[in-house]
């Protein structure tokens, strides 16, 4: 048994991030300075888009994203149930109603013809999640939205260096959010962005993000400013420091050897599974570059995943549990009344799912501790 317990996921900081946040510390701007505009704009120039706003979290992302398309309230947004709470919340802020489209068997992802299934007249957006990194049947999903004139957000929380069609995710929804927690490839401590190339949404985000008000720091504190300004619409202060983005755009120069580290660790967990047929490895797609956010496996039906999960805890590995479907919980059963049989596929792949540890300091050795783990525990059930 492991000795030491491994985390399902972590950061990596080393002494140049460290240095870089130093810095702003003793620069005169902590936050509304120079290091976030330029955070946002090597954000912008790795991904491809023309706009970023940075927020304080991708959850603060995600609220503005929907708050800045201006929906009437009560419309419809049709979204995935499996995935982080906070992708549905966002809806209920903005008094909109949440509407699930069950997933696909292979990817997790949202599936085009359930999200069919779900349009009414009330339907206003579609929100889909790249799970775990890997993106969403794009293609058919802007097509859905072309032909029922919806709104599209894409919530990359999970796929910041994941490639659709040859191209990375970030540039093609109306608006895409990214989260920059710890255990996501790069972090600020907490963090998110909003891209988009859409000039009047981007100008509508950055008021978002500061009360709603039409001046920043930089143009009311000055020697020569006024004291007034205008609040243009109802915004929230979602603002992020500039230590933070010093940490963001240290960690973006990093990001690509990230992704490759986690691919190391991926390929191996692949190859140790390959002949044990109580578990299913992730399936990949061949037009996208997946950025492996989380590593899951499918159990056999006859094992039984909470008996598994202590198990694996048990022997120090850090597995977890992504996601719990968000109609199950009580907030949402409460007030949408919910019913679980309307989502077989979601059911099914939640009762069956666990998560692995997967990070970028991970250790050959690491992998083949969790490999290890995962076949005692199975033969502990056989
Ligand atoms: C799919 C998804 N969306 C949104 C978020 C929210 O991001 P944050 O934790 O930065 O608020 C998360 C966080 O884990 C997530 O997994």
Redesign the pocket.
């Known amino acids: 048994m492991n000795n030491k317990f491994l985390p399902y996921g972590k950061q990596s900081i080393d002494d140049e991030d460290i240095e870089e946040v130093i810095k702003v510390l003793k620069s005169d701007w902590l936050t509304t300075g120079p290091k976030v505009s330029e955070f946002e704009e090597k954000f912008c120039r790795y991904i491809g888009c023309k706009y970023g706003v940075a927020v304080n979290?991708?959850?603060?992302?995600?609220d503005i994203a929907v708050a800045s398309l201006g929906i009437k309230k009560g419309s419809e947004i049709i979204t995935t149930p499996f995935?982080?709470a906070?992708?549905a919340n966002c809806i209920l802020y903005n008094n909109l109603k949440p509407v699930f489209a069950d997933i696909k068997k292979d990817t997790y992802n949202i599936n085009p013809d359930e999200i069919k299934k779900k349009i009414t007249s009330k339907t206003k957006v579609i929100i889909y999640?790249d799970y775990a990194g890997q993106p969403c049947d794009i293609s058919e999903i802007k097509k859905i939205a072309d032909e029922n004139n919806l709104y599209l957000i894409e919530?990359a929380?999970?796929a910041c260096g994941a490639e659709y069609k040859g191209k990375k995710v970030g540039d093609f929804a109306d608006l895409t959010?990214f989260?920059?927690?710890p255990?996501?490839h790069i972090t600020t401590g907490?963090?998110?962005m909003v891209t988009t190339d859409n000039e009047e949404l981007y100008g509508k985000l950055k008021l978002l993000r500061n009360h709603g008000i039409d001046r920043d720091a930089a143009t009311r504190f000055g020697k020569d400013a006024s004291y007034a300004y205008d609040m243009k619409l109802l915004g929230r202060n979602y603002r992020i420091t500039d230590f933070q983005c010093a940490l963001g755009t240290s960690q973006l120069k990093k990001l690509d050897e990230f992704i490759k580290k986690r691919e190391q660790i991926v390929k191996m967990y692949n190859e140790g599974f390959e002949n044990i047929c109580e578990v299913t490895i992730p399936y990949v797609k061949t037009n996208i570059k997946h950025a492996w956010h989380i590593y899951t496996i499918l159990l056999d039906e006859k094992i039984n995943r909470d008996k598994f999960f202590n198990s694996m805890k048990a022997k120090n590995i850090g597995v977890n549990v992504h996601y719990i479907p968000i109609y199950k919980f009580s907030y949402y059963k409460e007030k949408f009344n919910f019913n679980d049989k309307d989502f077989p596929v979601t059911e099914n792949v939640f009762s069956r799912i666990i998560t692995l540890p997967l990070f970028q300091e991970m250790k050959d050795e690491d992998a083949y501790d969790v490999i290890n783990a995962v076949k005692n525990t199975i033969n502990e059930f056989s």
């Open positions: 979290s991708g959850t603060s992302a995600l995935t982080f906070a992708t999640v919530d929380a999970h959010e989260s920059f927690h255990v996501k907490e963090g998110g």
